[in-house]
């Protein structure tokens, strides 16, 4: 009987030391120096950018670091001097072990935690989808060169079909993992993608539990979301003014036409540049029809004479603003734009109906919206 209790006691001791490991990194890498230094990040609430939580070095190709433990999950990342990229994890308060590879970080393994789990499973998935469209989009450029356009529009449907079961499956993800941290980076995924609408993501987002939205990839999230939706389609463009190049003051109010194209570019942005020709073409075709456009310009500080020299090269002949802040642009920033070029479609009334669109989809959208 003292020795069920002795060994009692000591099963007590060593479920209680595994539980004190709480937040626990360990890993292997070979092919690395001794003394190599190796960063922990997270998303950092503040700056909602990653920041350097702690540092280890690599010794006989191992290393480990005890965490502080975790209130709650974050996105996490891993990376070497030396070493071009970093490993992708979830901070969870589990002991969790990394494989990496020094050729390919983003290939590397992890283990450990019910998170990380779930989030294998996503980036599997991701992986075989990038695999299926990157060999039919090889298969595409064949038939193309060889004028195939029968096989060329039966490889384009099958790429959608990998796109729309990708969709079927991250719903389902969400939908069986309301509590779980990589419904958040599904979810940032897909409103990076700009494919699904914004009040779609919203609702899912508001699915999800609690905890997760007061997690630091979620408090921003919704951030992003409430920023999106100011500027979804179906909604009222939000008012502006700005500088014109003579220095007066234009209101997207006092542009407005039948339709209204709000266009943001800059004289450095070489797609917007290769755009330009084809927005010109329509501008004639159909400013007299009622077509009006505001080009924003994201030109860097000091430099409105590359801007209006690129408006008289490129044959601009509409309205134009710009502070001259690049992205700090007020204008910008308003809309949230992250990439350049980027265009709103506005019907008469100042509401968004399209965005986005380029070449003959532009000129069939604004034929249509005028017509």
Same mark, same amino acid.
């Given at each position: 009987m003292?020795?069920?209790?002795?060994? %009692?006691? %000591?099963?007590?001791?060593?479920?209680?030391?595994?539980e004190?490991?709480?937040?626990?990194l360990?890993?292997? +890498?070979?092919?690395?120096e001794?003394?190599?230094?190796?960063y922990?990040?997270?998303?950092?609430?503040?700056?909602?950018?990653?920041?350097?939580?702690?540092t280890t070095?690599?010794?006989? /190709?191992?290393?480990e670091?005890?965490?502080?433990?975790?209130?709650?999950?974050?996105?996490?990342f891993?990376a070497?001097?030396?070493?071009e990229?970093?490993? +992708?994890?979830?901070?969870?308060?589990?002991?969790?072990?990394?494989?990496?590879?020094k050729?390919s970080?983003?290939?590397?393994?992890?283990? /450990?935690?019910?998170?990380?789990? #779930?989030?294998?499973?996503?980036?599997?998935?991701?992986?075989e989808?990038?695999?299926? +469209?990157?060999? /039919?989009?090889a298969?595409?450029?064949?038939?193309y060169? #060889?004028?195939?356009?029968?096989?060329?529009?039966?490889?384009?449907?099958?790429?959608?079909?990998?796109?729309?079961?990708?969709?079927?499956?991250?719903?389902?993800?969400?939908?069986?993992?309301?509590?779980s941290?990589?419904s958040?980076?599904?979810?940032m995924?897909?409103?990076?993608?700009?494919?699904?609408?914004?009040k779609?993501?919203q609702?899912?987002?508001?699915?999800?539990?609690e905890?997760?939205?007061?997690?630091?990839?979620?408090?921003?999230?919704?951030?992003?979301?409430?920023? $999106?939706?100011?500027?979804?389609? /179906?909604?009222k463009a939000?008012?502006?003014?700005?500088?014109?190049?003579?220095?007066?003051?234009?209101?997207?109010?006092?542009?407005?036409?039948?339709?209204?194209?709000?266009? %943001?570019? #800059?004289?450095?942005?070489?797609?917007? $540049? #290769?755009?330009?020709?084809?927005?010109?073409? +329509?501008?004639?075709?159909?400013?007299?029809?009622?077509?009006?456009?505001?080009?924003v310009?994201?030109?860097?500080p000091g430099?409105?004479?590359?801007?209006?020299?690129a408006?008289?090269?490129?044959?601009?002949?509409?309205?134009?603003?710009?502070?001259?802040?690049f992205?700090?642009?007020?204008?910008?920033?308003?809309?949230?734009?992250?990439s350049?070029?980027?265009?709103?479609?506005?019907?008469?009334?100042?509401?968004?109906?399209?965005r986005?669109?380029?070449?003959?989809?532009l000129?069939?959208?604004?034929?249509?919206?005028?017509?």
């Open positions: 003292r020795n069920l209790i002795i060994l %009692f006691a %000591f099963a007590i001791l060593a479920a209680s030391c595994e004190e490991k709480g937040y626990f360990s890993g292997t +890498i070979e092919g690395v001794d003394g190599t230094n190796v922990i990040s997270e998303i950092s609430e503040e700056t909602e950018r990653p920041a350097i939580i702690d070095q690599v010794q006989n /190709g191992k290393f670091v005890d965490l502080e433990e975790n209130n709650q999950p974050n996105l996490s891993i070497f001097d030396g070493i990229g970093n490993i +992708i994890y979830i901070s969870e308060d589990e002991e969790i072990t990394i494989e990496a590879y050729d970080l983003r290939s590397s393994r992890i283990s /450990g935690g019910k998170e990380n789990r #779930a989030l294998n499973d996503y980036m599997s998935h991701l992986k989808v990038n695999r299926k +469209i990157k060999s /039919g989009r298969d595409m450029k064949e038939a060169n #060889a004028q195939d356009s029968s096989r060329f529009a039966t490889l384009q449907a099958t790429e959608q079909e990998v796109k729309d079961n990708d969709m079927v499956f991250r719903k389902k993800i969400l939908k069986k993992n309301q509590d941290y990589v958040l980076m599904i979810l995924d897909m409103l990076n993608m700009k494919v699904t609408p914004v779609e993501i609702e899912m987002y508001q699915n999800l539990s905890d997760l939205k007061q997690t630091t990839l979620g408090k921003g999230l919704e951030k992003t979301l409430e920023q $999106r939706a100011i500027v979804a389609i /179906g909604n939000p008012e502006f003014s700005a500088p014109t190049p003579d220095g007066s003051e234009l209101s997207l109010s006092d542009a407005m036409g039948k339709v209204t194209i709000i266009d %943001f570019w #800059a004289a450095w942005c070489k797609p917007c $540049r #290769a755009e330009n020709p084809n927005v010109v073409k +329509i501008y004639n075709k159909y400013h007299d029809d009622g077509l009006n456009i505001v080009g310009s994201l030109d860097r430099q409105k004479d590359r801007w209006l020299q408006i008289e090269d490129d044959g601009l002949e509409w309205h134009h603003v710009s502070h001259l802040e992205w700090q642009d007020p204008v910008a920033r308003l809309y949230n734009i992250q350049i070029p980027a265009t709103f479609i506005l019907d008469e009334n100042g509401v968004i109906v399209d986005d669109l380029r070449g003959d989809d000129e069939t959208r604004i034929r249509e919206l005028l017509n």
